[in-house]
């Protein structure tokens, strides 16, 4: 008498245990569920706002249009550009990657041109090529002015073989 009722116990502990531990995987996988399904839609809603913040960190503010005098050449060795400014206010962004090779062209002030130390290429302020081995003008990047704000969009570059007019922008 003593064992059945021992045993009748025992089974009795043992479902209610059970269905304890099934309702718990129950709410884990329900917990589990939610959690994923959030995840996946702050996943896909941050992949856009990540790209435009990385498009808007590409964009470096160079100065004032009123400081950036005519006729002038300026280094911005952060972004790996020459901000140039023609005589007649035009600007262009000029890589300062050497289109042979990619070393590092420098501005020779007194000769009016940039100098490639690797292997002599010159090119002239406009990025084209005046003395090879380098086979085509200098990369620019895309010039914006806003409010009287001069910036370079470094995610923008394009290839050109030669100077257009049309590369110049102005403000
Ligand atoms: S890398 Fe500039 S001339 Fe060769």
Redesign the pocket.
Known sequence: MFNRLKKDKSNHKGITRRSFFQKIWVWLGVVAGLEFTGLLIAFMFSGSKRSSRKDMSQVKIIGRLEDISPNTVYPYRSGQIYLVRMKDGGFLALSLK??????S?QWNEDEDKFI??????EFDRKGDVLS???PHALDIFAVIIEEGVVKVDLGKKTKRKKFKQTDLIYG
């Open positions: 050497c289109t042979h090779l990619g070393c062209i490639c130390p690797c292997h002599s290429s090879p081995p380098a």
